[in-house]
């Protein structure tokens, strides 16, 4: 009988309501939605294009960079497609499964960023602290392992997520006041208790992203101490500048994942249009962002993606 509770207030899909209050002007939200992806999506496939045809840019900053690329392109769209059809043909039906695999594959994906933006800090740490023994430390076995731990972690601590919401019972509604599925926006619809489910999530969320933001700045930290041990003004910002571009990413990927992330837990008298509003530019500016930045700030890749260009229109 019990069974047959729990297995009757599951729906057999969801209604994604969009961002609440701004349901008129989805249309319009689209366009910078659309444009933000297609930009994010020729972006990265273009950097992984210019480091693997480079032998030159197969250093380790340049190929935790590339993971970093296949991990945005693979969360963008795992969510844009859906939230465009959403705007586009108040497309609002997910199945009860769609959602729990979205939902895993937007925490296990960002989990995977975050390990690799703290591995590209490692190997600043390691090439500004240890100059001289940079390529006896970060070996190729090394990155390789280093990218299949953080792959492993985002894959092993997430896994029990829609395990987790699987055998719940959804008796509030079927209405996910979301663009997307994510665990947060799920919990709020069960019926039961909740809190043995919640604690895991922040022990996730804190053994993942929170250490990692933590190693990132003691790193920084380590590496400023020896910048201004350096004898001249010159050779401190020469050296702080190869840091230029992963600050930057930092930056975009920790800020709006931090104001997601305490808004839904301890913001609730933060508009819901404004949560969730933030919770995308999450999703969609970082994988737009960082082959801008390091396109930017790179010579090689500048010139690679130009090389590129001349020769489409060749």
């Known amino acids: 009988?019990?069974?047959?509770?729990?297995?009757?207030?599951?729906?057999?899909?969801?209604?994604?309501?969009?961002?609440?209050?701004?349901?008129?002007?989805?249309?319009w939200i689209s366009i910078p939605f659309c444009l933000v992806y297609l930009v994010a999506l020729m972006g990265n496939s273009a950097l992984l294009l210019i480091v693997k045809s480079d032998s030159k840019l197969h250093e380790?900053?340049?190929?935790?960079?590339?993971?970093?690329?296949?991990?945005?392109?693979?969360?963008?769209?795992?969510?844009?497609?859906?939230?465009?059809?959403l705007f586009w043909f108040n497309d609002r039906n997910i199945y009860f499964e769609a959602c729990l695999t979205q939902m895993y594959l937007i925490h296990s994906l960002s989990t995977m960023e975050s390990g690799f933006i703290l591995a590209m800090?490692?190997?600043?740490?390691?090439?500004?602290?240890?100059?001289?023994?940079?390529?006896?430390?970060?070996?190729?076995?090394?990155?390789?392992?280093l990218g299949l731990a953080i792959f492993l972690r985002g894959i092993v601590l997430l896994i029990p997520h829609p395990f987790l919401l699987r055998w719940l019972s959804y008796c509030k509604t079927n209405i996910i006041s979301h663009t997307y599925c994510e665990f947060?926006?799920?919990?709020?619809?069960?019926?039961?208790?909740?809190?043995?489910?919640?604690?895991?999530?922040l022990?996730?969320?804190?053994?993942?992203?929170?250490?990692?933001?933590?190693?990132?700045?003691?790193?920084?930290?380590?590496?400023?101490l020896t910048v201004f041990?350096?004898?001249?003004?010159?050779?401190?910002?020469?050296?702080?500048?190869?840091?230029?571009?992963?600050?930057?990413v930092i930056l975009v990927f920790y800020t709006p994942a931090f104001f997601s992330f305490l808004t839904h837990r301890f913001g609730h008298h933060i508009a819901p249009h404004i949560h969730i509003f933030i919770a995308n530019i999450y999703?969609?500016?970082?994988?737009?962002?960082?082959?801008i930045i390091y396109g930017v700030k790179t010579k090689r890749i500048r010139e690679g993606f130009f090389k590129i260009l001349i020769i489409k229109d060749v």
């Not at 392109?73 to 844009?80: A, C, G, N, R, W």
């Not at 090439?127 to 006896?136: G, M, N, V």
């Open 229 to 248: 041990h350096l004898p001249s003004k010159a050779a401190r910002l020469k050296t702080l500048s190869t840091c230029g571009s992963h600050v930057w």
């Open 283 to 291: 999703l969609l500016i970082p994988p737009m962002m960082n082959p």
């Open 184 to 201: 947060m926006a799920l919990i709020k619809l069960v019926c039961g208790k909740t809190k043995i489910r919640r604690t895991y999530s």
């Open 60 to 85: 380790p900053m340049y190929l935790f960079l590339c993971m970093l690329s296949v991990a945005d392109l693979m969360l963008t769209s795992s969510t844009l497609p859906k939230i465009l059809s």
């Open 121 to 145: 800090a490692f190997d600043r740490y390691v090439a500004i602290c240890h100059p001289l023994r940079h390529s006896t430390i970060l070996t190729p076995t090394v990155i390789v392992g």
């Open 203 to 224: 022990i996730v969320a804190f053994l993942t992203g929170g250490v990692d933001f933590i190693l990132i700045i003691c790193s920084y930290v380590l590496i400023l």
């Open 1 to 27: 009988m019990l069974a047959f509770n729990i297995t009757s207030h599951q729906p057999a899909t969801f209604l994604l309501l969009g961002i609440p209050g701004l349901e008129s002007a989805h249309i």
